[in-house]
């Protein structure tokens, strides 16, 4: 499941896949208590961002607050994101992740003024 490897090169979590091969999770470790989990989806269609009507909608979007909003541009480029051509904020990166699904690097307010 390419995707739970992603998140797992991105956030530096192990991917555990699911016994049978569709799905998985990703963790900090294996009794960590949460995890982000991931299922195949069939017939996905890959989203449009920024949304457009008529057009396939985000179905998640994960925020992760980060120190360093260029390093963790970086970072995710070089696990397999690309940055979206629409970005919003000075102080948010929307990155994309393999299968299209956009997530948001971003610095804390308060800190970015800092």
Known sequence: MELGRFYSRLLGWTFYPADNGLG???APSENAGYNLGFQTEEKYVRPVWPAQAGQPQ?????????DDLEEAVAH???????????QPQATVRVMLDPAGHPFCLYLDEGEASA
């Open 58 to 66: 985000m179905s998640m979007h994960l925020e992760i607050e980060v």
């Open 76 to 86: 995710a480029v070089s696990v397999g994101a690309t940055e979206a051509d629409f």
């Open 24 to 26: 998985g999770a990703v």
